[in-house]
Every structure is written in structure tokens, then in C-alpha cells.
């Protein structure tokens, strides 16, 4: 139970704080974790702009912003499946299921607006059978979305083979490509903003959120204190399958077209902007503004490096590293304040091997990859 | 608390710093170019690059090789976003999505930068021309130039292995080397069979040793699929029939070297990714100097590779064509690497 949120003192007694008693002024919300990343992301953007003169440039962030809103919509509902202990590996096949479903009606002649419908209701149901198979069955979450996330894609498979659906009409293309009118705000980052402060809401100030942290805590006492444990979890993994058909409309308006691999792989990057926003991946703590201000850390970092031409390995490499360091670092700090346990020897051994390793590994990366990574 | 959380704000600023900073050397030549592969780390790009480098020295232009990680349209779109950031002169892509790519060329494009693609094309509206490496009918009627100039002069027997039947482009190819057949230069050319291994190499193999059986003095297998070839040229090896049945079709040069070397295939065609990398960077700036807007008729000089004419068609829109397939034998195998 690594809790990045709070590094030392007497907020760390862990995250059962966050279950019992959330009700604090609504800044001191803001934890530390909350700040570091906001430091960051100046960090990010005074770099990039002393190194690249085309970083601070209103179009190009605009341009760049919509890139990553398909993951954001998808982090939302992954944010409240993870402080509740579980997690959803299936969002980005689930997202191409309902994609390619989309295509292949508007290709066999369907209006697009009711092959859209059609898909958010697929996707739904796709959420809820996780759902039911996670709640009612009693299966583990991993297992059961891993399951799902062989089993969606390959219906996209099916429906589209490798044929691809084009020629979306312009009024749908808007959801993906458009700007809010008079403006150089995106669309999808209208609707993601929107959302966000939707799910924020939910999260932090309903009863439903509460009960969330309760479950992610401790299900078993949730499950005694009358928490409807099952059903909430089914309503989650319902919203996450309703909030990936809604990111493959997105990203499929995005493309202009839908193929049957559209979104892949995309899981692992929306679960770790949730990690690294604080979600605590074990369950029971965790901000919305937290995943919300990682999405745009990562998103910045990410164009800034390719402003700088910097290869998309060495990208993975420094998203990577931080996603590590945001675990490792609170640890850390506890240790030196002196306020925390103290640090086995054994512990700083594997410290200090990590490091080895790791800066051994980048070493080796850099020298064998060198020619043809930077040019 | 206050100072520990600056200090660690400062250590990841020293750190994002120190890869920034090792990585960021941008180039300031008057017009830059960018190379955009499928993905990186793949040789076949490895060697457009080469080409792509050598053009850029003869124009004194600088080309950059960039790709994303994964052979992934999102990740693509997301570097062409920052090349267009960057208002680079020009980029010829090899898309991983044909229509997934349209908008972000139609930006591009939108903001005054050329966008070309080569090797597997952009949608007609997200570019301004395709760089075209062969046409159906060249990849026919090559393949039967080899197998005659592999069966000598007195001609003989020859056998196609193909990989299934109902591959559209390779029964193209066939029907192309049937008419091609028909060519008096061609006469003592005996097509005896053509054979299907279903681009499965165990299959291949096998359909290749039952040719050997059936037609006792069969003198040249074609195998237009790169599966059927390399399992050819092990079946002729297997068998001892080097010098005496000749492989020869579509292949890859890492597959081939060693046919190529003890004679079981002394020559097989493709087209050359090098020359596709030269070409496209010549004709980026073409377009990004003005000599050239991309419309069909238009007349440009490539370099080593003489003069081009822009064409266009149904298929491909306005297209470029490379040139006839490039054959590699025991000559100049050893300068390829993919």
C-alpha cells in the first residue's frame, strides 16, 4: 500500500483517513501529491519553452491536447474502478469493439447518429457484463477484463476483418476534429473538461464516492456496514464501458475512420496517468484532480520531447521513470524527514541496485541505440 | 515539509533536464526534412534512411529519421502533430493507417508543409503525392526476364509457386507472366505448372520437392511471395539440384543471401528501399523549393535516378512511380542489410 499522496507525518497513518474522513476544507484536499504535480507541470513547461520556441504556441497546444482526450475519458471511470481495488484492462479493446460496431452499421447503410447510439449501448453492456462476472461471480477484476480485452478486440476483428470504415459525415467528423466555435479550445477537450468536473463531483462529494473509498479500503467491513458492495461495483464497470465507447466515438471522429486495431494498447497508458495522479493502485485513495493533472503532465511532457525530436522509446523511457520515481520518492522522503520508520538495510540495498541497474540499462539503451534514436 | 517538497521538485527538474538537454539538438539547416517510418528499429526503414541521407547530402538539406515506437496510427499522429508544431520543410511518411493518418496530412498540408507518403500510402486528400515502388505489371513481367535469363538461351521448363489461390495480387503477377509468356523472346519458355504453398514455409518446401519429382528436368521455379522463395531455395539446396534448377521471384536480401551465394537463386527482385528513401527526399524538395507543386504531368530530376514525371490514377491519386523492380544478385546483396 504505497501511498504517494502523503509522504510523512500525521496525515500518513495511510489511507483509511481518506474512508473515515474526507469532510476537510476543500483545498486541504489538494495534498501534497496534488502540488508536486502542478510543480512539475511548470517544470515541464518553463523547459520546453526555454528549449523550443514553438511549445508556447496557442494552435499548437490545441492541436496537441486533442491527442490524448480519448485517454482521459477512459481515465475518469478507471480512476473510481481502481480506489476500489480493481482495475479494467479491457477499456481500449472495449473502445475498439464499439468503434469498429459504429463502422461496420454506417457502412451496411445506418445514419451515423444512431450507429453512435448503438455503440455507447454496446458498450455499456460491455462494461456491465465485466461488471456482473467481477460483482456477482466473484472473479477477480484482472482476470476477468483480461479476458474481455482479448474477447472485444477480437470481435472488432470480426466485424471489420481488415477492411477499414471511412468516409464518416462532417457534422460527426466535429466530435473529433472541431474547435468550440470562435475558439481554439477542441471539442474533445470540452467534453473531457466537462466530464472531469462530472466525475470530480461524483468522486468527492457524493455518497456514492464515499462509498468507493470504503470499498477499496476494506470491502469486507463495507460489506458488513450494509455498502452495496456488488451493485456499486457493477455501476462502475458500467460507466467504464460507457465512457470507452464514448473515447472510440472520439477517437474514431478523430481518424475520420475506424479500423479494427484503432486504440490499441492504450489501457496501460490511462492506467498509469491514474497511477501517477496518486490513484493508489491498491485501492482506497486517490483525487480526480490528482489523475486529471497527470493526464496533462504526461500529455505536455510528451509533445515537448517530440519538439525536441526526442524517439518515442526514449519517451516510454522518461514516462516510465517517473511513474517509478512517483512511487519510490514519497518512500524516500518519508525515510530522510526521520518522521517515518526507519529504512532496513536491506531496503537501501535494493534502492541502490535499482539505480544500478536501472541507470546501467539506459546506459546501454543510449550507447547501443544512440545513432539511430537521435539525429 | 516545505523545503523537502522544493528539493524534490528540483531533483526531477535536474533529471528531466539532463535527458532533455542530452537529446535536444535540433537542427538549424535552411530546410529540414523528416523521414517518417512505420515504427523504428525496422531494418527495411533502417535502409530507406540510408537513401534518404544520401540525397540529403547532395542537396545540403538536413533529413531527420523519426518514428514512434510502436507501428501504431495514434502514436504516429502524435509525432506528425509535433513535426507540424515545429513547422519542419517537408515529410514523407509510410503510414500505419491509410485513413486514420487524412486529417492530420489535411493539417499539415493546411499550415504549408509538403507531406508525401512512401512505401504504404496516405489517403489522396492527406498528401500531395505517393511515392509508388512498383506496379503490378513490372513485378510480372521482371520475374519472367530472370527465369529466362536463368534457363539460358535454349530456354526449358519453368514452375510457379505461389502462396494460395485466392491471393489477389499474386494471381495478378500470374496473369501478367502468362501474357508476358506469349512474347516470341519468350518462346522456348515452357510453363509446365503453378503450385500454391499458402505462404506457409513447411508447405512451400514441400511443393517444391514434389516439382523436382514430377518434372525430373524442370529448370527455374518462381515464387513471387518472399515465404515461397526462401523455402525453394532451401528445398533446391536440400535436394542437390543447385546449378541445375534455379529459384528465383520476390524476395527479401537477408532471406536470400545464402541462395544467392551457393547458387540455388543467383537473382531475385524487389524494389529498393534505399533508392525509395533517395526518392522521396528529392522530391520533398522539389515540392518545398517550388520547382514542383504536384500535379500530374510535372517534370523533376531525382539525382542518380534521372528524371520522374508525376502521374496520377484511379488507385493511388497523383503518384510517383520508383522505377522497374531492383534485382539483387551476387553483386550488390552484400550492400543490403533488411
Known amino acids: 500500500m504505497t501511498v504517494p499522496s502523503s509522504p510523512d507525518d500525521e496525515t500518513s497513518s495511510k489511507s483509511l483517513i481518506n474512508a473515515t474522513a474526507p469532510p476537510r476544507p476543500f483545498l486541504a484536499r489538494f495534498q501534497r501529491w496534488e502540488w508536486m504535480l502542478v510543480g512539475l507541470i511548470l517544470v515541464v513547461v518553463a523547459l520546453n519553452s526555454a528549449l523550443s520556441p514553438y511549445f508556447l504556441n496557442a494552435l499548437n497546444l490545441s492541436r496537441t491536447s486533442s491527442d490524448f482526450m480519448e485517454m482521459g475519458i477512459m481515465m475518469l471511470a478507471m480512476v473510481f474502478i ?61 482476470v476477468v477484463t483480461l479476458g474481455t480485452y482479448a474477447f472485444y478486440r477480437g470481435v472488432a476483428y470480426v466485424l471489420l476483418g481488415d477492411q477499414a470504415a471511412r468516409g464518416y459525415p462532417e457534422a460527426f467528423t466535429y466530435i473529433g476534429q472541431g474547435r468550440l466555435p470562435g475558439t481554439l479550445i477542441p471539442f474533445s477537450v470540452a467534453l473531457f473538461g466537462a466530464l472531469a468536473v462530472l466525475f ?27 455498502v452495496p458492495v456488488a451493485r456499486i461495483k457493477i455501476i462502475i464497470y458500467t460507466v467504464s464501458g460507457f465512457m470507452a465507447a464514448l473515447a472510440g466515438l472520439v477517437l474514431a471522429a478523430r481518424f475520420g475512420s475506424t479500423r479494427p486495431d484503432i486504440g490499441n494498447g492504450l489501457e496501460l497508458s490511462v492506467i498509469t496517468a491514474a497511477v501517477l495522479g496518486g490513484v493508489d493502485i491498491n485501492g482506497g485513495a486517490g483525487t480526480m484532480g490528482g489523475a486529471v493533472l497527470s493526464l496533462f503532465l504526461i500529455g505536455l511532457l510528451r509533445f515537448g520531447m517530440g519538439l525536441l525530436n526526442i524517439q518515442g522509446q526514449v519517451q516510454g523511457v522518461v514516462i516510465g521513470l517517473l511513474l517509478i520515481l512517483s512511487i519510490l520518492l514519497p518512500n524516500v522522503a518519508r525515510t530522510f524527514s526521520g518522521s517515518g520508520r526507519k529504512l532496513h538495510r536491506q531496503t537501501v540495498w535494493g534502492i541502490i541496485a535499482f539505480v544500478v541497474v536501472f541507470t546501467a540499462f539506459v546506459a546501454f539503451f543510449f550507447w547501443s541505440r544512440a545513432p539511430l534514436l537521435i539525429k | 515539509m516545505k523545503r523537502r517538497m522544493l528539493y524534490m521538485v528540483l531533483a526531477l527538474a535536474m533529471m528531466l533536464s539532463l535527458v532533455l538537454s542530452g537529446c535536444g539538438k535540433k537542427d538549424t539547416g535552411p530546410l529540414t526534412f523528416v523521414l517518417v517510418p512505420k515504427n523504428l528499429g525496422n531494418p527495411y526503414f ?38 507540424i508544431a515545429q513547422k519542419v520543410s517537408g515529410m514523407a511518411i509510410s503510414a500505419n493507417d491509410s485513413d486514420a493518418l487524412v486529417p492530420t496530412g489535411k493539417d499539415a498540408i493546411k499550415a504549408g508543409i509538403p507531406v508525401v507518403s512512401f512505401d504504404s500510402a496516405i ?113 533446391v539446396t536440400d535436394a542437390g539440384l543447385i546449378g541445375k534448377v534455379f529459384v528465383t521471384g520476390l524476395g527479401t536480401p537477408n532471406q536470400m543471401r545464402e541462395y544467392v551465394k551457393n547458387g540455388a537463386s543467383p537473382q531475385f527482385a524487389l524494389w529498393n528501399p534505399g533508392d525509395l528513401g533517395y526518392l522521396s527526399i528529392h522530391v520533398l524538395n522539389a515540392l518545398a523549393t517550388g520547382q514542383i507543386k504536384g500535379v500530374a504531368g510535372e517534370k523533376f530530376t531525382a539525382g542518380r535516378l534521372g528524371e520522374y514525371t508525376i502521374q496520377e490514377d484511379a488507385d493511388l491519386g497523383v503518384n510517383v512511380l520508383l522505377g522497374l523492380p531492383f534485382i539483387y544478385n551476387g553483386d550488390n546483396i552484400d550492400q543490403f542489410n533488411w
Open chain 1, 82 to 142: 481502481i480506489i476500489t481495488g480493481g482495475i479494467d484492462l479491457s477499456v481500449a479493446s472495449n473502445l475498439g469493439m464499439c468503434a469498429s460496431f459504429m463502422g461496420w452499421l454506417f457502412m451496411a447503410g445506418v445514419n451515423i447518429w444512431i450507429a453512435a447510439l448503438a455503440a455507447l449501448a454496446l458498450g455499456t453492456f460491455a462494461g456491465f457484463v465485466n461488471g456482473t462476472l467481477v460483482a456477482r461471480m466473484k472473479l477477480p477484476p484482472l
Open chain 2, 46 to 83: 533502417d535502409t530507406a534512411n540510408n537513401g534518404a541521407q544520401e540525397a540529403a547530402k547532395e542537396l545540403g538539406v538536413t533529413v531527420t529519421y523519426q518514428g514512434s515506437a510502436a507501428a501504431d496510427a495514434t502514436q504516429q499522429i502524435q509525432l506528425i502533430n509535433s513535426l
Open chain 1, 200 to 226: 470530480g463531483l461524483v468522486l468527492h462529494k457524493t455518497t456514492l464516492g464515499r462509498y468507493l473509498f470504503a470499498i477499496g479500503n476494506n470491502e469486507d467491513a463495507s460489506v458488513y456496514s450494509g
Open chain 2, 123 to 235: 489517403g489522396k486528400d492527406g498528401r500531395v503525392l505517393h511515392i509508388n515502388q512498383a506496379v503490378l505489371h513490372d513485378i510480372g513481367a521482371i520475374q519472367i526476364k530472370m527465369a529466362s535469363e536463368l534457363a539460358g538461351a535454349d530456354g526449358g521448363k519453368i514452375a510457379i509457386l505461389s502462396a494460395t489461390s485466392t491471393a489477389p495480387n499474386q494471381n495478378a503477377w500470374i496473369e501478367v507472366m502468362k501474357e508476358e509468356l506469349k512474347k516470341p523472346e519468350y518462346a522456348k519458355l515452357e510453363l509446365v505448372d503453378v503450385v500454391y504453398g499458402d505462404d506457409d514455409d513447411t508447405k512451400s518446401y514441400n511443393e517444391a520437392q514434389a516439382l523436382f519429382k514430377k518434372y525430373p528436368d524442370l529448370e527455374v521455379i518462381i515464387a513471387p511471395t518472399t515465404v515461397g522463395i526462401a523455402a525453394s531455395g532451401r528445398a
